[in-house]
């Protein structure tokens, strides 16, 4: 399920931006301040981030810096009424891949998002991850471990997916249930992501790389520990 984060200060355009973006298929996640963003991010990363820069415990381009120099940075929209040429350039210039300044039109606002994101994923699916030993091409459904091909269920697949694109951060297991199993059922059993965890574990035989955080969830370290 397609995710976007919108950090928005003005409660009332931020329930608005998550209407006006929310569509089946689409999960909106929304945050208030810088800190709450940061602690949203642990969770897992969106595909795509609305970002406000005048908040109130810090100005947005200092998330912007953050996400730049991690793997894996989403789309970022800056929101802004800050309108002048010089904002512009340094919120590009500091990693924004575009710039709406305030007051805006909801439909340009879903335009750019939807373009974005299309931007996003043509990037993604001519590009395979490659970690240690292993080599995974999504867009392919080719699975490798020392060159050798593994064959992965589409559980597995998602499993993997949200682990190696957040490798280093510790994956809740709760958003892991809500991100794989995304059929609309009412209940999971939570045995399902534990089983599914050891089958990933033992197809890849990633048991050094796939860690348990007991009691939160589940990891995958960066080098083998």
């Given at each position: 399920?397609?995710?976007?984060?919108?950090?928005?200060?003005?409660?009332?355009?931020?329930?608005?931006?998550?209407?006006?973006?929310?569509?089946?298929?689409?999960?909106?996640?929304?945050?208030?301040?810088?800190?709450?963003?940061?602690?949203?991010?642990?969770?897992?990363?969106?595909?795509?981030?609305?970002?406000?820069?005048?908040?109130?415990?810090?100005?947005?381009?200092?998330?912007?810096?953050?996400?730049?120099?991690?793997?894996?940075?989403?789309?970022?929209?800056?929101?802004?009424?800050?309108?002048?040429?010089?904002?512009?350039?340094?919120?590009?210039?500091?990693?924004a891949d575009d710039?709406?300044?305030?007051?805006?039109?909801?439909?340009?606002?879903?335009?750019?998002?939807?373009?974005?994101?299309?931007?996003?994923?043509?990037?993604?699916?001519?590009?395979?991850?490659?970690?240690?030993?292993?080599?995974?091409?999504?867009?392919?459904?080719?699975?490798?471990?020392?060159?050798?091909?593994?064959?992965?269920?589409?559980?597995?697949?998602?499993?993997?997916?949200?682990?190696?694109?957040?490798?280093?951060?510790?994956?809740?297991?709760?958003?892991?249930?809500?991100?794989?199993?995304?059929?609309?059922?009412?209940?999971?059993?939570?045995?399902?992501?534990?089983?599914?965890?050891?089958?990933?574990?033992?197809?890849?035989?990633?048991?050094?790389?796939?860690?348990?955080?007991?009691?939160?969830?589940?990891?995958?370290?960066?080098?083998?520990?």
């Amino acid at each position: 399920m397609e995710q976007i984060l919108i950090i928005e200060d003005d409660n009332m355009l931020n329930q608005g931006l998550c209407k006006a973006l929310k569509t089946d298929g689409r999960q909106i996640l929304s945050c208030s301040d810088l800190h709450a963003a940061r602690e949203q991010l642990l969770c897992g990363r969106p595909d795509l981030i609305v970002l406000d820069l005048n908040l109130p415990d810090g100005n947005g381009l200092i998330l912007l810096r953050e996400l730049r120099g991690q793997s894996g940075k989403p789309p970022v929209i800056l929101l802004t009424a800050n309108d002048t040429d010089e904002d512009v350039v340094k919120g590009l210039e500091q990693g924004a891949d575009d710039y709406i300044t305030k007051p805006f039109s909801l439909a340009i606002l879903r335009a750019r998002v939807n373009t974005q994101l299309r931007k996003a994923e043509q990037t993604e699916a001519g590009t395979a991850v490659k970690t240690g030993s292993y080599s995974f091409d999504f867009s392919a459904q080719r699975f490798c471990v020392d060159g050798i091909s593994v064959e992965l269920s589409r559980t597995e697949q998602k499993l993997l997916r949200l682990l190696v694109e957040n490798r280093g951060r510790i994956m809740k297991r709760t958003v892991l249930m809500d991100r794989i199993w995304t059929d609309g059922a009412d209940f999971v059993d939570e045995n399902a992501l534990s089983v599914t965890i050891k089958r990933l574990r033992d197809k890849l035989n990633a048991h050094n790389y796939i860690k348990t955080v007991y009691g939160i969830g589940y990891v995958w370290v960066n080098e083998c520990e």
